[in-house]
């Protein structure tokens, strides 16, 4: 059964960097599609970008054009999320989830427990 492990939340302050990773626990793990979501205290989850598993553009919130990257190292069984400009805006944990469509009807069949980032001054 797929597992997912995220990691590299921090507290970072404002305009600051980080770099969250997604792993999967096997190989499977490099054909599903990959989004990251993030959910802040009282509020509603929302999806922040997906990766699939072919050549499609990655897609992304309109709220974090410009500032997150999103890529995968299928090699390493790994998604990462690199987070620039970060804004108190974007604390939340962050959480990947993996599933078997394509990013334009994603649906998560697998949940990493999630990482938290926190972004403050």
């Known amino acids: 059964q797929l597992q997912l492990v995220e990691s590299g939340g921090d507290l970072v302050q404002p305009g600051g960097s980080l770099r969250l990773s997604c792993v999967g626990s096997v190989f499977t793990f490099n054909y599903y599609s990959v989004s990251w979501f993030r959910q802040a205290p009282g509020k509603e989850r929302e999806r922040v970008t997906c990766?699939?598993?072919?050549?499609?553009?990655?897609r992304y919130a309109d709220f974090v054009k410009g500032r997150f990257t999103v890529s995968r190292d299928k090699t390493k069984d790994t998604v990462f999320l690199q987070m620039n400009s970060l804004k108190p805006e974007d604390t939340a944990i962050y959480y990947c989830?993996?599933?078997?469509?394509?990013?334009?009807?994603?649906?998560?069949?697998?949940w990493g427990r999630g990482t938290q980032v926190t972004v403050s001054s």
């Open positions: 989830a993996a599933g078997a469509d394509y990013c334009s009807n994603f649906r998560g069949d697998y």
């Open positions: 990766i699939s598993n072919g050549n499609d553009e990655p």
